[in-house]
């Protein structure tokens, strides 16, 4: 079903790896990206804990991005802010950043996307509260600004399965990386 709201004749998400929990997800895919100690990750404090311990699982480092107060999820403006004094004053830049889509509300995708291309971050999308919400008229979860993006079937998501998780992408090398790792 999420695979499916992902498509359309202009969007087709070819790669989903089902997983027993975004939780799960969200670890897969920070080790896909080769997330691992000495490494950054940045994302939003207003989110369930998985958002940042996916990170710390992999040995790497926590820091947050302030929020948008309008919309509650990560502000690509604060971002821009971060990595520019994180650049002039040599502290470390992220490998990943972690917009999370809260309450079905979307992030600004294009912007932090422009900021992965300026500042070599890649981004994973934590769409859990996101399942048929819509950025810029496509379906949240194309992976069109992001690298993969994260889907939760818990019991109190849109779409249940009791549990579950799911990672999409477009990169066939990630799916590989991922199917690999969740099993």
Not at 47 to 74: K, Q, R
Not at 125 to 134: F, R
Request: with cysteine.
């Amino acid at each position: 079903a999420i695979a499916q709201h992902c498509r359309n004749k202009e969007n087709e998400v070819p790669f989903a790896i089902a997983t027993n929990s975004a939780t799960s997800a969200l670890h897969i895919a920070c080790l896909a990206l080769g997330v691992g100690k000495g490494d950054v990750v940045w994302t939003t404090p207003i989110t369930f804990v998985a958002s940042a311990n996916c990170a710390l699982y992999c040995g790497a480092e926590v820091d947050f991005v302030d929020i948008d107060p309008n919309t509650y999820n990560l502000c690509a403006t604060k971002l821009e802010i971060k990595l520019q004094h994180a650049k002039a004053n040599n502290l470390s830049l992220p490998k990943v950043v972690i917009p999370v889509h809260l309450c079905g509300q979307p992030c600004e995708m294009d912007k932090i996307h422009q900021l992965s291309q300026e500042y070599d971050f890649a981004i994973i999308e934590d769409a859990s509260h996101a399942i048929g919400g819509k950025y810029k008229s496509k379906p949240i979860g194309n992976c069109e600004y992001s690298d993969i993006t994260i889907f939760s079937f818990h019991p109190v998501k849109i779409i249940t399965t009791a549990e579950g998780g799911m990672a999409l992408t477009n990169d066939a090398e990630l799916d590989k990386r991922m199917r690999l790792l969740s099993s």
